[in-house]
């Protein structure tokens, strides 16, 4: 169980256009979803918090006009880097929370991630 | 302000030796840790947990103790095997349910 998907694996565009990343919870209802970033060699940076039906926390320094976060229901959250710029490149990686889940309901499952590269 | 560290960077040990890993916390209010796994190229995985009332946990081939009195945190692995070999990451569940990460150590298993 607590399988978390992401969508695409990997993604190429060119500057200033739009890239869309999805984060599914495939087994469990996820109420809490987390977005990081990670740069190589470097551990995970939290970018946003969201939970189902409401607006995404944003960390400091977060852009959330860039980085829209979209978490409209209890399996799917999205990610979606707007007028992306080559140093946007990075590996994005979900994490979902799922508060059912008996003896692990603070626990983050995380995604496979999403390698982005913009031109 | 509060942090999650580790002490070593890298670790090469033998295939089939154990291997320690460790962490050192600094939120005395962390209530809840856990240790992930991450591969080349893939997301963290969930290896094993463990809450503040309790001093070791085991799973398969791997422990996680608990020192809350220093503040220390260590997952060990028995028989490390190649596929053992990957960066391993501490966190840290604050009271405001939020992950800290450590920086993460390598473990690199040699044939």
Same mark, same amino acid.
């Given at each position: 169980?607590?399988?978390?998907?992401?969508?695409?694996?990997?993604?190429?565009?060119?500057?200033?256009?739009?890239?869309k990343?999805e984060c599914?919870?495939?087994?469990?209802?996820?109420?809490?979803?987390?977005?990081?970033?990670?740069f190589?060699?470097k551990?995970?940076?939290?970018?946003a918090?969201?939970?189902?039906?409401?607006?995404?926390?944003?960390?400091?320094?977060?852009?959330?006009?860039?980085?829209?976060?979209?978490?409209?229901?209890?399996?799917?959250?999205t990610?979606?880097?707007?007028?992306?710029?080559?140093?946007?490149?990075?590996?994005?990686?979900c994490?979902?929370?799922?508060e059912?889940?008996?003896?692990?309901?603070?626990?983050?499952?995380?995604?496979p991630?999403?390698?982005?590269?913009?031109? | 302000?509060?942090?999650?560290?580790?002490?070593?960077?890298?670790?090469?040990?033998?295939?089939?030796?154990?291997?320690i =890993?460790?962490?050192a916390y @600094? *939120?005395?209010a962390s209530?809840?840790?856990i240790?992930?796994?991450?591969e080349?190229? /893939?997301?963290?995985?969930f =290896?094993?947990?463990i809450? @503040? *009332?309790?001093d070791?946990?085991?799973?398969q081939?791997?422990?996680?103790l608990l020192? /809350?009195?220093?503040?220390?945190?260590?997952?060990?692995?028995?028989?490390?095997q190649p596929?053992?070999?990957?960066?391993?990451?501490?966190?840290?569940?604050n009271?405001?349910?939020?992950l800290t990460?450590?920086?993460?150590?390598r473990?690199?298993?040699?044939?």
């Amino acid at each position: 169980g607590a399988v978390v998907s992401q969508h695409p694996s990997r993604v190429i565009c060119k500057s200033g256009t739009s890239v869309k990343i999805e984060c599914r919870s495939l087994d469990f209802q996820a109420t809490t979803m987390f977005w990081y970033r990670q740069f190589p060699k470097k551990s995970l940076m939290l970018m946003a918090t969201s939970n189902e039906g409401s607006k995404a926390t944003y960390e400091q320094g977060v852009e959330k006009d860039k980085f829209l976060i979209n978490h409209a229901s209890l399996t799917l959250s999205t990610l979606t880097v707007t007028s992306a710029h080559p140093e946007d490149s990075s590996f994005y990686i979900c994490s979902a929370r799922g508060e059912w889940l008996a003896g692990h309901t603070d626990t983050q499952y995380f995604g496979p991630g999403t390698r982005l590269t913009v031109l | 302000g509060e942090s999650v560290g580790l002490h070593l960077p890298t670790l090469s040990v033998q295939e089939g030796d154990n291997s320690i =890993i460790n962490c050192a916390y @600094s *939120n005395s209010a962390s209530d809840y840790f856990i240790w992930y796994k991450q591969e080349s190229g /893939k997301g963290p995985q969930f =290896i094993i947990d463990i809450r @503040s *009332n309790m001093d070791k946990r085991q799973g398969q081939r791997v422990t996680v103790l608990l020192n /809350k009195t220093v503040k220390h945190l260590s997952l060990q692995i028995a028989a490390t095997q190649p596929g053992d070999s990957a960066v391993y990451f501490c966190a840290e569940n604050n009271a405001g349910n939020m992950l800290t990460f450590g920086g993460g150590t390598r473990l690199m298993v040699k044939p």
